[in-house]
């Protein structure tokens, strides 16, 4: 199974096309939930249903899978909620 930081450190990874850093470094990575064969991840995007954003979680389920060699599942979780850049309202 893999650990928490294996799975942050795989979602590092996963370059954003839009604004190209990855899915952890842009905080949009809210909660992580492992058990043997699962691994599930909770995640906010700027625009649900962008197709850069679709992108992105498409390259996250391929990083986690990788994480499970012998199968298992991963879950992707779209929060209701929209992301913000960590960097607004910085002046």
Same mark, same amino acid.
């Given at each position: !199974?893999?650990? &928490?930081?294996?799975?942050?450190?795989?979602? =590092?990874?996963?370059?954003?096309?839009?604004? @190209? %850093?990855? $899915?952890?470094?842009?905080? !949009?990575?809210?909660?992580?939930?492992?058990?043997? #064969?699962?691994?599930?991840? #909770?995640?906010? %995007?700027?625009?649900? @249903?962008?197709?850069? @954003? *679709?992108?992105?979680?498409? +390259?996250?389920?391929?990083? $986690? +899978?990788?994480?499970?060699? @012998? =199968? =298992? +599942?991963?879950? %992707?979780?779209?929060? /209701? *909620?929209?992301?913000?850049? /960590?960097? &607004? =309202?910085?002046?």
């Amino acid at each position: !199974m893999p650990t &928490e930081a294996e799975i942050q450190a795989a979602l =590092g990874t996963v370059i954003h096309p839009t604004y @190209g %850093m990855s $899915l952890a470094a842009l905080q !949009m990575v809210r909660a992580i939930r492992l058990s043997p #064969d699962c691994i599930e991840v #909770d995640l906010v %995007m700027n625009c649900p @249903g962008c197709p850069a @954003g *679709e992108a992105a979680l498409a +390259q996250a389920r391929r990083a $986690l +899978q990788a994480l499970l060699p @012998g =199968g =298992g +599942q991963v879950i %992707m979780q779209l929060l /209701p *909620e929209v992301w913000h850049s /960590p960097w &607004e =309202g910085l002046a």
